[in-house]
Every structure is written in structure tokens, then in C-alpha cells.
């Protein structure tokens, strides 16, 4: 795997091992070195307050209650939604979730990306930002990058609370695939802050392969590049010149397009020539019986855009607010009982992780093996102390 990718480990079914505190225990025997005794000691100490905390936690968290028979909305939009084939292709790893750049906006519904892109170009007497076609001038790429590092990686994650909130909802619904266009790596960040498994892979200009041999993980791409990671996106004409050449989506990931019935566009404007030029890449020119696919936002698109589309891809467009098809994604996906709750999902991997921690210095009798698998508690008290944070909030 390269640089961009990342596998967060954990239970990725739905229905979690019920681990609780008395499961996690660190046996330390009598006839140890000294020093390795001391230091499991240490490490027992270390992971019963992690376990104390996680039960507290667990206490805190309101109990699951049963859905209730949901009441489909008196809404014309709504009802050009096939929603039992949908859940059915969600249940079965058939559908494709695709997220766009305009999910992140401000409070008065002004694109971060674009906001910050316009703020930043006025530093350069040589860079434009072109807005209508939403790129750059021509090799601007090394004189933004580090501009792009900074705000993807810690300005953006604080500004972008209207799109976060949005991908939390759409985080607690198991897709198989989710294929991001952005410059951010927002829903990563979520799956690994509610310590959710997957795969994580950003396109790098190489060639990559997710090589897990693993069908069962649920996996994220940013099919145009990881800012936060390293500053590169395909921010060019002739990057995306250069990135149509010589595109290669890993194999598995194209698997499971080319397998998925289903297909869920949330964030795009495709009035972009580029982005329509997208679906063509991706082979969704050829339209599947019984498959279901959708654009959903609110329809600035041009009519004769919005014909094409259709007639080519066979998409319908759902003219509504992502909030509001977010809900009643997540409703329906309640009454199937496919929902996933982010909060006890957290819970119940860190669990899983400290139990499986507890296994590993258990049987471990070597000091500096120890000592380096003693960063592994710490990474997960670190998440602990943020998921604190995050739901004191």
C-alpha cells in the first residue's frame, strides 16, 4: 500500500461483539524479569482506566430503542425514490455513495473551497482561480501547496461543520464504497473518529492497489487526492489533463463499481463539464436493470444539462436538501435495521481494541516489545479523550 492509504482496524459488522470491562484482563506471572513485570504493571494501570472510562461512557449513552413503522412524507420528490430496492442493494454491498465538494459551505451557504481559493489567489500576482470552471491558472500547483496543506489538514476540519454533520448521517449507513471528489478527507476522519473499519485510499499520480484481500471492509477513496495528507489535489486544467491520460482506479475499487446496482450523488454541481466527463470514467454509461440511480441537491442544473445526464446515465435527480434526504435515508435504513450507531460503535471496537491490546502484553515477555506496543494505549486514550470532547459538545 502507498502512503495514502490507511486501514483502520475494528469490527466492521453491524451487530458488535458485546465486549464488556470484566473481558479485559492482563495476566502478568510471577516469575518475570523485574523490569518487564514493572512495566505490564504499568500497562494494566494504563488500560483499566481506558476500561473505566469506556464503561462510564457506555453508561452515558442512551439505550437503542426500537424503530418504530416509519411513515413515508407526502413528498413528490420522496416518492421518485425506490426505496426498498435501495436498502435491499445497501444490505447486499451494492450501492455506490459519491460525495461532491458542495456539501462544505458556511452558514450563508458560500462554498469553503471556493471561499478560500478566492482568498488566497489575492497573495499571488501571478495565480488566478478560475470560478466558472473551478480551477487554477496553469502551473500553480507547487505555488499553492503548502497553502493547501495547512487549511485541509486544520483549518478546513474546524470551518466544515455543516458538511461534517451531513456525513455523520450518512456514515451510519453501510455502504461498501464511498468515493469522494473532494479535496478533504472528512468522512476518513469519521470512520476513524467513531472507529469504524475500513480502507482508506487516496489517488497519489502512481498507480496503487488496495491488496487487503478483504471484501468485507467497507472502503473510502478520494479519487482526486488527499489535501489534508499532502497538499495535491488535482487542482489544474492540465493536471486533469495529465490525470485523464493515465487514471487507474485500483482494480477492487472498479470491482465494486462495476458490481454495485446502485449509485448516490450527494455534493456535485454538474453544470462542470468535468464532473459529467467523471461518469464516463467510471463506465456508468451503461445502465443496469433494476439499478437505481440518483442525484440528489438542489437543481441549479441547466434543462439541457439535466436531459443529457438522464438519457445518458439514466439518473433521477431528487431536487431537494441533502439534510432532508439524509433523514429519510437514514429513517428507512432504521426500519431495516441496517442503521449504524456511531456512538456505540466507538464504544464497543474500543473494546475490542483493548481487549485484543490485553491479549498482546499478556503474552508479550520482552521489555522493548512492550515498550513499543505501549503506543498503541495511548492512541487509543487519545481518541477516547476526543470522542469525549466531541459529544460534551
Not at 2 to 30: C, H, K, P, R, Y
Not at 56 to 72: H, N, S, V, W
Not at 172 to 186: E, K, W
Not at 225 to 239: C, D, K, S, V, W
Amino acid at each position: 500500500m502507498s502512503e495514502n492509504t490507511s486501514n483502520i482496524t475494528g469490527d466492521g459488522n453491524l451487530v458488535l461483539q458485546d465486549i464488556n470491562a470484566g473481558d479485559i484482563t492482563i495476566n502478568i506471572a510471577s516469575n518475570l524479569d523485574p523490569d518487564v513485570k514493572q512495566k505490564k504493571e504499568s500497562l494494566k494501570k494504563v488500560v483499566n482506566g481506558l476500561v473505566e472510562d469506556l464503561t462510564q461512557l457506555k453508561a452515558q449513552m442512551a439505550p437503542t430503542t426500537q424503530a418504530g413503522e416509519f411513515e413515508p412524507p407526502d413528498d413528490e420528490e420522496y416518492t421518485k425514490i425506490k426505496w426498498r430496492r435501495l436498502i435491499q442493494a445497501l444490505r447486499h454491498k451494492g450501492c455506490v455513495l459519491f460525495i461532491g465538494p458542495e456539501i462544505s459551505v458556511d452558514t450563508q451557504g458560500n462554498s469553503l473551497h471556493r471561499e478560500f481559493y478566492k482568498e488566497i489567489v489575492q497573495d499571488f500576482d501571478e495565480i488566478e482561480y478560475l470560478e466558472n470552471e473551478g480551477f487554477f491558472s496553469p502551473e500553480s500547483d507547487e505555488e499553492i501547496l503548502y497553502d493547501m496543506l495547512d487549511f485541509y489538514s486544520k483549518d478546513f476540519p474546524k470551518q466544515n461543520k455543516i458538511g461534517r454533520n451531513l456525513l455523520e448521517e450518512f456514515a451510519q449507513v453501510p455502504f461498501d464504497l464511498i468515493i469522494s471528489l473532494c479535496p478533504d478527507d472528512t468522512m476518513h476522519r469519521i470512520y476513524d473518529d467513531f472507529a469504524i473499519n475500513h480502507h482508506f485510499l487516496a489517488y497519489d499520480g502512481t498507480k496503487q492497489e488496495l491488496n487487503n484481500g478483504d471484501d468485507e471492509t467497507p472502503v473510502i477513496y478520494n479519487i482526486l487526492g488527499n489535501a489534508a495528507l499532502n497538499g495535491r489535489y488535482i487542482f489544474t486544467h492540465e493536471n486533469f489533463y495529465q490525470y485523464l491520460n493515465k487514471v487507474a482506479i485500483p482494480s477492487e475499487i472498479k470491482k465494486k463499481i462495476q458490481d454495485a446496482t446502485h449509485f448516490l450523488f450527494v455534493g456535485f454541481d454538474f453544470d462542470k463539464w468535468y464532473n459529467r466527463l467523471l461518469l464516463f470514467i467510471l463506465d456508468l454509461e451503461q445502465s443496469k436493470g433494476g439499478g437505481n440511480r440518483l442525484i440528489v441537491g438542489s437543481k441549479k442544473i441547466k434543462v439541457d444539462i439535466e436531459k443529457f445526464i438522464e438519457k445518458q446515465f439514466s439518473f433521477t435527480f431528487i431536487n431537494d436538501e441533502y439534510k432532508k434526504f439524509a433523514e429519510w435515508l437514514t429513517l428507512n435504513a432504521a426500519e431495516a435495521e441496517i442503521l449504524r450507531n456511531l456512538n456505540t460503535t466507538f464504544i464497543q471496537n474500543n473494546f475490542i481494541a483493548l481487549k485484543n491490546f490485553s491479549i498482546k502484553v499478556s503474552d508479550e515477555d520482552k521489555l522493548e516489545d512492550l515498550v513499543k506496543i505501549e503506543e498503541q494505549a495511548k492512541t487509543i486514550g487519545d481518541k477516547i479523550e476526543k470522542f469525549k470532547k466531541r459529544i460534551s459538545n
